[in-house]
Nanobody, 124 residues
Framework: QVQLVESGGGLVQAGGSLRLSCAASGRTFSSYAMGWFRQAPGKEREFVAAISRSGGNTNYADSVKGRFTISRDNAKNTVYLQMNSLKPEDTAVYYC?????????????????WGQGTQVTVSS
């Protein structure tokens, strides 16, 4: 079992930045690839970014590439999402998730554990 707790969400103006954190407890954090997903009101949950167990491989949704950066600190059992140049369309609840595979995936079904989410609101 892995417990995930996100933090760092909030209200920011367009063009601003936020850093989300996801703290993990339970089984060995480094045994899991990690992902960030988001869900806007009335829309399906969508992939944002993922990172491999070691942190050496990352992948991003086209909509955030060049603006968001995923990273992890296995010593602190934490994964981060640095979000720069935020846009109103980035407004959503952001979720972190754990995937027992070596590499991260953009597919929701590959993830076994999910956090409760943190709200990000970008005003225009």
């Amino acid at each position: 079992q892995v417990q995930l707790v996100e933090s760092g969400g909030g209200l920011v103006q367009a063009g601003g930045s936020l850093r989300l954190s996801c703290a993990a407890s339970g089984r060995t954090f480094s045994s899991y690839a990690m992902g960030w997903f988001r869900q806007a009101p009335g829309k399906e949950r969508e992939f944002v970014a993922a990172i491999s167990r070691s942190g050496g491989n990352t992948n991003y949704a086209d909509s955030v590439k060049g603006r968001f950066t995923i990273s992890r600190d296995n010593a602190k059992n934490t994964v981060y999402l640095q979000m720069n140049s935020l846009k109103p369309e980035d407004t959503a609840v952001y979720y972190c998730a754990a995937n027992p595979s070596t590499f991260g995936s953009s597919h929701l079904n590959y993830y076994d554990y999910w956090g409760q989410g943190t709200q990000v609101t970008v005003s225009s």
